[in-house]
């Protein structure tokens, strides 16, 4: 089995290129660019009264690349709703190299010391790649999510790519759009014209940060960081802001 070069993966991304396998014990990849393309547009994510009394809650405790790992091997796993998976070891290798890159994140959602639900991507320029999530309670994977729009809104993010649309994804928002309105959406999250060079050189591509969630501050106080996790009210809150 070949090993899939992370370069290689950053510049198909940047493109609208991702991979995929026919099965968890497939040797070989296959790279897909559909023709119709699931994006959950950032301003429009449906937060129902349900999913919001539940991140207010605090029932799932959210943190963010503590156990990537763990959810990509979470979201490979058999289950009886999904027999199998696109998720083989050559992906899932992988998508660790661009987590030690600082490219690949993961959001996790914990009852308890129970890892119960979450999902991983990729990020590029403005761009957050949405790969694959799971659930082991109910709600989690949507929480995950939620947590995740609210980080990409704060964090200055353009687009988050759900490659696929689902009825789960519909339910919350996710729309699907044809592959050009997809090409032109990706080209202004990554900024100028020159991205899929500046991907190859391992240059940096524009301003948006994943990680500004935790660095929210009081109003005119830009200096002070969060020391305290962050409350479900707080996302809603942030979720409920237009752009």
């Known amino acids: 089995m070949s090993r899939l070069d992370p370069d290689l993966l950053l510049r198909a991304y940047s493109v609208g290129v991702f991979p995929m396998a026919d099965s968890r014990e497939a040797r070989e990849i296959f790279w897909v660019e559909p023709k119709r393309r699931g994006v959950m547009p950032l301003d429009g994510f449906r937060l129902s009264h349900s999913l919001a009394k539940t991140v207010r809650s605090d029932r799932f405790r959210v943190t963010v690349d503590t156990a990537f790992t763990r959810v990509v091997g979470l979201c490979a796993e058999s289950r009886p709703d999904r027999p199998d998976t696109w998720i083989n070891p050559q992906i899932e290798a992988a998508y660790a190299d661009l987590h030690g890159r600082g490219h690949a994140h993961s959001v996790e959602c914990w009852h308890g010391d129970a890892l119960v639900g979450g999902l991983y991507g990729v990020t590029l320029g403005g761009a957050f790649f949405g790969e694959s999530m799971f659930s082991r309670e109910r709600d989690a994977s949507k929480v995950a999510l939620a947590w995740l729009v609210a980080r990409l809104r704060i964090g200055g993010f353009r687009l988050l790519d759900c490659q696929f649309i ?72 942030l979720l409920g802001q237009t752009s």
Request: glycine share 12%.
């Open 166 to 237: 689902t009825d789960h994804l519909a339910s919350l928002g996710a729309i699907e759009i044809s592959r050009d309105d997809y090409v032109s959406s990706l080209d202004a999250a990554l900024g100028a014209a020159g991205a899929g060079a500046g991907v190859a050189a391992g240059a940096s591509l524009g301003s948006p940060d994943f990680f500004a969630l935790e660095r929210l501050a009081p109003a005119g106080d830009a200096a002070v960081t969060v020391s305290a996790p962050i409350s479900g009210c707080r996302i809603v809150q």
